[in-house]
T-cell receptor
């Protein structure tokens, strides 16, 4: 069982609201990631971090922002939610060096109405 | 997609049969990993194969890697109903930067 947790699991929210999706891991991993997964299944990397105070944008343009103030915590924020943000968001973490696996949280399914 | 594409997109087999899924990718990789996702859940790591390896086994799983063709395959032998899930390949292009494919949805019929 992976020690990486996402909250909430499900969120239904109105257009224009600000939301923060939480992700925490207790494995001491330096790298953390956010992926967006649409019903067609493909995962798109939207943000990642190499460690504290490091944040990078992924391949898929996203209006969300992230922060990494503590090693264990990597929250994702949407300042103004829109229906186009409706999706599944998956957080993951891994060791820094190549050749190790990624551990995933259970995901947050976001619906913006 | 940055990297992998799986095929087929969906596969339905009878329990006890073997399931084979393929993954193609675009650039050089350090390693390739396969993950499994049960409906509505996160992904779980299955197996990793390094770029200098050609084949790897883990229980009922067999993975092959052909770097000249930029492709990999995952074979699940003697499938069970509990193997029903989506399967993804993920390429590590360096620094544990994972790029996932489109996934294969496997249904094993009891």
């Amino acid at each position: 069982e992976a020690d990486i947790y996402q909250t909430p699991r499900y969120l239904v929210i109105g257009t224009g609201k600000k939301i923060t999706l939480e992700c925490s891991q207790t494995m001491g991993h330096d790298k953390m990631y956010w992926y967006q997964q649409d019903p067609g299944m493909e995962l798109h990397l939207i943000h990642y971090s190499y460690g504290v105070n490091s944040t990078e944008k992924g391949d898929l343009s996203s209006e969300s922002t992230v922060s990494r103030i503590r090693t264990e915590h990597f929250p994702l924020t949407l300042e103004s939610a829109r229906p186009s943000h409706t999706s599944q968001y998956l957080c993951a973490s891994s060791e820094y060096f190549s050749g190790t696996e990624a551990f995933f949280g259970q995901g947050t399914r976001l619906t913006v109405v | 997609s940055q990297q992998g594409e799986e095929d087929p997109q969906a596969l339905s087999i009878q329990e006890g049969e073997n399931a084979t899924m393929n993954c193609s990718y675009k650039t050089s990789i350090n390693n390739l990993q396969w993950y499994r996702q049960n409906s509505g859940r996160g992904l779980v790591h299955l197996i990793l194969i390094r770029s200098n390896e050609r084949e790897k086994h883990s229980g009922r799983l067999r993975v092959t890697l052909d770097t000249s063709k930029k492709s990999s395959s995952l074979l699940i032998t003697a499938s069970r109903a509990a193997d029903t899930a989506s399967y993804f390949c993920a390429t590590d292009v360096g620094g544990n930067q994972f790029y996932f494919g489109t996934g294969t949805s496997l249904t094993v019929i009891p």
